[in-house]
Antibody, heavy 123, light 107 residues
Framework: QVHLVESGGGVVQPGGSRRLSCAAS????????MHWVRQAPGKGLEWVAF????????YYEDSLKGRFTVSRDNSKNTLYLQMNSLRAEDTAVYYC????????????????WGQGTLVTVSS | ETAMTQSPATLSVSPGERATLSCRAS??????LAWYQQKPGQSPRLLIF???TRATGIPARFSGGGSGTEFTLTIISLQSEDFAVYYC?????????FGQGTKLEIK
């Protein structure tokens, strides 16, 4: 079955950087787009970024462009999110989520989610 | 950006009754809408995609409807495990956007 496991969360100082990872198993990772979605404490869901199955195409939430970078290593079945210049408002649980689309450029909906990893930006 | 607005923010319904949740898009998204359920301390779970198609393993008491800008999620014969927060999400335009959620609570 599909399994997504995020890691890399923790406490980061304002202005700092952090790289999150998402290890995928149970499906052909290299054929599916992947997303990052975050959820601030007590708040709703916010889509962060999408990367195409081959890593050659991505989209970001407008306010995060330039600070966050999504990437993937299909040889390791792993998705990444590099976060720079972190701010207090980036504090959230970060989920990786599998896109429904098979071998497709268009991001669709999220059919499987990881358990999330908490990033806290605080001094 | 396509803004998604859910109503009401909180819905109080008795077990066994019917709940209807609404989601409105700021522009037409055809039928490119999904619904998710999230329980406390858990990750979201896909319920409905393409506005009205139930995901694998989702009980028939969940149904989705609508197209264009107006959508609904209906849950009949509410069970105790259905009390949770529900989110709609559009995948017609970039960036992908969620509604703010509707909390379904026990009356």
């Amino acid at each position: 079955q599909v399994h997504l496991v995020e890691s890399g969360g923790g406490v980061v100082q304002p202005g700092g950087s952090r790289r999150l990872s998402c290890a995928a198993s149970g499906f052909s990772f290299s054929y599916y787009g992947m997303h990052w979605v975050r959820q601030a404490p007590g708040k709703g869901l916010e889509w962060v970024a999408f990367i195409r199955y081959d890593g050659n195409y991505n989209y970001y939430e407008d306010s995060l462009k330039g600070r966050f970078t999504v990437s993937r290593d299909n040889s390791k079945n792993t998705l990444y999110l590099q976060m720079n210049s972190l701010r207090a408002e980036d504090t959230a649980v970060y989920y990786c989520a599998k896109d429904w689309g098979y071998y497709d450029t268009s991001g669709y909906y999220f059919d499987y989610w990881g358990q999330g990893t908490l990033v806290t930006v605080s001094s | 950006e396509t803004a998604m607005t859910q109503s009401p923010a909180t819905l109080s319904v008795s077990p066994g009754e019917r709940a209807t949740l609404s989601c409105r898009a700021s522009q037409s998204i055809n039928s490119n809408l999904a619904w998710y359920q999230q329980k406390p301390g858990q990750s979201p779970r896909l319920l409905i995609f393409d506005a009205s198609t139930r995901a694998t393993g989702i009980p028939a008491r969940f149904s989705g409807g609508g197209s264009g800008t107006e959508f609904t999620l209906t849950i009949i014969s509410l069970q105790s495990e259905d009390f949770a927060v529900y989110y709609c999400q559009q995948y017609h335009n970039w960036p992908r956007t969620f509604g703010q959620g509707t909390k379904l609570e026990i009356k």
